[in-house]
């Protein structure tokens, strides 16, 4: 019904530069917080920045100055600009988003399936 699908994620060189895109589609009502997260094998996953629908945003302090998110409330989409990017980032990053679809009271919490970055030295 409700689905998120990621897309932009890639090989790149430290320093190298990527724009992820996350779009969600189905019966939406509205859509509250959207967020990145990121996970790396045998490590928990994590937050790495986030936007409410006020544009309130929230950034993990290894991400700061480097990564911005966005929104494009018309798309129902979100985006997350990384910058100088660093080995250190690697994993697959999760779009999530709090959603309230038609003939539902409350919203729920939805996630993609993840786009793999990967940044070589």
């Known amino acids: 019904q409700v689905q998120l699908v990621e897309s932009g994620g890639g090989l790149v060189q430290a320093g190298g530069s990527l724009r992820l895109s996350c779009a969600a589609s189905?019966?939406?009502?509205?859509?509250?917080?959207m967020g990145w997260y990121r996970q790396a094998p045998g490590k928990q996953r994590e937050l790495v920045a986030d936007i409410t629908s006020g544009i309130v945003i929230k950034y993990a302090d290894s991400v700061k100055g480097r990564f911005t998110i966005s929104r494009d409330n018309a798309k129902n989409t979100v985006f997350l600009q990384m910058n100088s990017l660093q080995p250190e980032d690697t994993g697959v990053y999760y779009c999530n988003a709090a959603i309230r679809a038609y003939g539902e009271a409350y919203a729920m919490n939805y996630w993609g399936k993840g786009t793999l970055v990967t940044v070589s030295s």
């Open positions: 189905g019966r939406i009502f509205s859509i509250n917080d």
